[in-house]
Structure formats: C-alpha cells, structure tokens
C-alpha cells in the first residue's frame, strides 16, 4: 500500500472500514500529503505484518486527532518521519506501540507543531540507529522525559531538538552517546531552557558538533563532565547566542576556548 494515497492534497474524507490489511507489509507514505482530510478512521486496520511505516502520516497537515490504539508495530523497522508535518495534531497517544525492531525514527514528529501532549513512555529505542531530527521544530512541547530511552546504537542525532523554542524541562539521563557521530544543531533554538545536564554524553565518536547549543538564549547551566572530544570535531558556532551561560562544567580544553568567545560579550 505503498504511497496508496500520497499527494490527494484536496481529499477530505476517507472511507477504508472494508479495508483488510491483514498480509500488508508496506504502508510507507500511505497517506503522504494528505494536506486536506482532517479525519481518519484506522480502527480497523490490521497492521500485525507491517515492516515500514515511514512517512505514512507525512505532511497531514489539517488532521487534528489520530487513535493509534489498535495499531500493532510488532514488526516495524522503519517508522521515519511518519508524523513529519503533522502541524494540527495537538495530541498524540502512542503508549501501544511497540517499538523494539526499530532501527531509524528519524524525523518521526518533526514540524508538529501544535503538538502539546505526547505519550511515547513505553518507546523501547534499543535497536534505533537514526534519531535526527526527531521532535525538530516541536514549538509547542514544553516538556519532555526520555530518561526510559536506550541510545546504545544511535549514530545519529544531529538536529533531535531544533527549533524546540518552548521545551523547558527535557530528562535525557539514560542517554548513552558512545556510538554517535553528529551532534550538530542538536539543541538549536531551544530558547527556553535554562538547565541541562548532559554529565552522561560521550563524544568519543562525535565528529560535527557545530551549533549545538546555538541560540539557547536562557541556558544558565550545563553539565558536559564526560564530553571529551577525541577526533577534534566541527564545533563552529556551538555556543553562539548562549549569552546566558555563566556555569559550565567541561574538562575538553577545545570546547572550553569555545565557551570562553562567548564571554566577552
């Protein structure tokens, strides 16, 4: 069901109660573009064989509410981008799904930006791979506790909460960072945060970290105990616009002559 519906920018409703999805291996970008249609009804929807949903909610911009309640995501290795532009959703309960053979989430919620409340707790990340650009442009989302998350395999993660203006409180405590690459513009824009204790992160592997930090205009402190960089990463513009940054705990003499640029101002 491939791309069943993809670019039906001006459908408005849909009518798939007779739909059998039982043997479905392939729901990518199912609905993509769907700009218009504002309901859908998927409780009937059998997805028990279902490998990749990537994009399948892509850029459904007028839908307000999506019950994912009777979705089985047992078998889904691929769940990229699949709220991505999901601008109207407020809401989004995804405490059923399981999440255990999954190996890239990248972009999965980027551009919601309505979305307020999200329940993800029982997400099993152990397998991920890929989580750039995860909750990038997630204006709305105050708060966010991902310490149940397993990051041992994670490669990438440039981008995860760009644009965040509103995120005030973010646990990210369980993070293991020992395998990832990019880091770059990982907490760009998030302009509302005044504290991050990031003592866990590794940047034995780091390669870009270039704008991480850029434009955390409320930072006051941050806790970088363990991020030694070892292959002398892209760091350019990390701390820039962090004016607010007064306490940093870091042993890397590189990132700390970075800190100190921004000092003078």
């Known amino acids: 069901m491939r791309n069943m519906f993809s670019g039906c920018s001006s459908l408005k409703e849909l009518n798939l109660s007779n739909f059998s999805t039982n043997k479905v291996e392939n729901m990518c970008e199912m609905f993509n573009i769907c700009s218009s249609l504002e309901k859908l009804n998927l409780s009937n929807f059998n997805t028990n064989n279902v490998i990749n949903m990537s994009d399948m909610f892509g850029s459904c911009s007028s839908l307000k509410k999506l019950n994912l309640s009777n979705f089985n995501t047992n078998k889904v290795k691929n769940i990229r981008g699949i709220f991505f532009g999901c601008s109207s959703l407020k809401e989004l309960n995804l405490s059923n799904f399981n999440t255990n053979n999954v190996v890239d989430m990248c972009q999965m919620f980027r551009g919601c930006t309505s979305l307020t409340k999200l329940n993800i707790s029982n997400f099993n990340t152990s397998n991920v791979e890929n989580m750039c650009e995860l909750f990038q442009d997630c ?26 203006s509103s995120l005030k409180e973010l646990d990210l405590s369980g993070f293991n ?3 990832v690459s990019q880091m770059f513009c990982l907490f760009n824009g998030c302009s509302s945060i005044k504290k991050l204790n990031l003592s866990d992160f590794s940047a034995i592997k780091v390669k870009q970290i270039g704008s991480m930090f850029k434009g955390c205009s409320s930072l006051k402190e941050l806790d970088l105990s363990n991020f030694n960089t070892n292959d002398d990463p892209d760091m350019n513009e990390i701390f ?13 003499e590189a990132i700390r002559k970075e800190f100190e640029k921004i000092k003078h101002y």
């Open 139 to 164: 204006i709305s989302i105050k708060k966010l506790n991902l310490c149940m998350f397993n990051t041992n395999k994670v490669k990438l993660m440039n981008n995860m909460f760009n644009g965040c």
């Open 177 to 179: 960072t020992e395998n």
């Open 240 to 252: 820039q616009g962090c004016f607010a940054l007064k306490n940093l705990k870091c042993s890397d």
